[in-house]
């Protein structure tokens, strides 16, 4: 069983299928295609992954789980309480023929093959573990409604699947309370030092000696500083259109907008762009410099008059020369540029970066106000948390320089 995705009339579609490229079932194709086509296509894929580690445990267990739905029996308490503690291990590992020839709900013999190979390697994280249960917990959902429809389930079928349901989302984990402040405590230190991120500045830029890229400097070099003033992620960047820059007044703005499943993008791995639409300023002289990539450089490659996408493939080795840029060229730039600086710089790390230069650009303002304009700068919707997560940053970094000020003081009178 693997996942793949593909191009269907211009949808990427993502499908669990055999060794013979043959859908497992029609349930599962229905469920992230259709059930979920409200998701983006990353996290179709990541929910596929989750949903193959259930099937394949199912599997593992000669567990036929429509047979159930139709009997109205779902899973037995044994067998979630069995599965709760195997979504806390890697899939390698715990769907391996050593533990499928255990009894299959000895928490025992799992417990013997996490020692074994070590509890460390062979644990998830929790966040994995939490993921893994609620796609199972909504694709058993999922079937209940297949067979047996809306508001006709006796009362019975209702109670089982309840008691499941329940029972399996009894087995999320929480983060340790040392991992919580671990995780606290790195939020108070700097994503990027300033002199590795000055650094990484300087050699982007196509004029320096230190620039590791013998062509698309230009390009490269618009990519990353779009990154770094806006804050927007790595998809929004690649799917930016021409139409979504404005070239025109005081020509200091990019739109970041949704476009889910764009039929006019051709990618097989289509960029999305997860928060809400919104716009961000951009410094007049940047989208100058945007604009003359467009006009001189994008403008000589003929198959990028077949799309609007700002950025392209400017090397012909698979005939892409002025296709859309792919994702995982964004990430090979960054590979790239993180051994010239010897230092593991990554798209999502900027945008960590500018929210800490945010921090420091409104440390006059309410946490009220701060958290406002952050979460329009980041696209995140009124109800998103992640502005009261950076303004605590702001706190911590606060509290450190108090905590140092006063330890300093401390050992020297002990000293």
């Not at 036929?64 to 709760?84: H, I, M, P």
Request: aromatic residues 8%; contains cysteine; charged residues 25%.
């Amino acid at each position: 069983m693997k996942v793949v995705r593909y191009l269907n009339n211009g949808s990427t579609r993502i499908s669990l299928v055999d060794k013979g490229w043959i859908p497992i079932s029609y349930h599962s194709t229905i469920f992230l295609n259709i059930s979920k086509s409200g998701s983006s296509t990353n996290t179709k894929q990541k929910i596929a992954y989750e949903l193959k580690f259930f099937l394949s445990w199912l599997k593992l267990k000669k567990i036929d789980l429509v047979e159930r739905v139709e009997q109205g029996e779902y899973l037995s308490l044994a067998e979630c309480n069995a599965f709760n503690q195997a979504a806390k291990i890697r899939a390698d590992t715990v769907l391996s023929e050593k533990v499928s020839m255990m009894n299959p709900l000895s928490d025992k013999h799992l417990s013997n093959a996490i020692f074994a190979e070590s509890i460390e390697r062979a644990r998830v994280a929790p966040s994995v573990t939490n993921s893994r249960i609620i796609t199972t917990v909504e694709y058993i959902d999922f079937i209940s409604r297949e067979v047996h429809g809306l508001g006709r389930t006796p009362d019975f079928v209702e109670s089982n699947l309840n008691s499941t349901i329940d029972k399996l989302m009894e087995g999320k984990r929480k983060h340790s309370s040392a991992a919580r402040a671990s995780k606290q405590a790195k939020r108070a230190e700097s994503p990027i030092p300033n002199e590795i991120f000055y650094k990484f500045l300087d050699i982007i830029n196509p004029e320096s000696p230190e620039n590791p890229f013998k062509h698309s400097k230009l390009r490269n070099s618009l990519i990353i500083k779009i990154l770094v003033v806006t804050g927007i992620r790595r998809g929004a960047v690649a799917k930016l259109k021409i139409s979504d820059c404005v070239f025109t007044g005081d020509s200091n703005r990019i739109r970041i907008t949704r476009t889910p499943d764009d039929k006019e993008d051709f990618r097989t791995v289509k960029p999305s762009q997860k928060t809400v639409q919104h716009t961000s300023y951009v410094d007049p002289e940047l989208m100058g410099k945007i604009d003359y990539y467009i006009s001189s450089k994008r403008s000589r490659y003929p198959e990028s008059a077949k799309h609007e996408f700002v950025f392209i493939s400017e090397m012909d080795s698979r005939g892409t020369d002025g296709d859309p840029l792919s994702l995982s060229s964004i990430n090979y730039l960054f590979k790239v540029l993180s051994r010239a600086i010897n230092f593991n710089v990554h798209p999502h790390l900027l945008r960590h970066k500018w929210n800490e230069m945010f921090s420091e650009d409104t440390s006059d303002l309410s946490s009220e106000e701060a958290s406002s304009l952050r979460k329009y700068a980041m696209g995140w919707g009124r109800n998103s948390d992640m502005a009261e997560l950076y303004n605590r940053f702001k706190m911590a970094q606060k509290v450190s320089e108090v905590q140092q000020k006063r330890q300093a003081e401390i050992m020297s009178r002990t000293t």
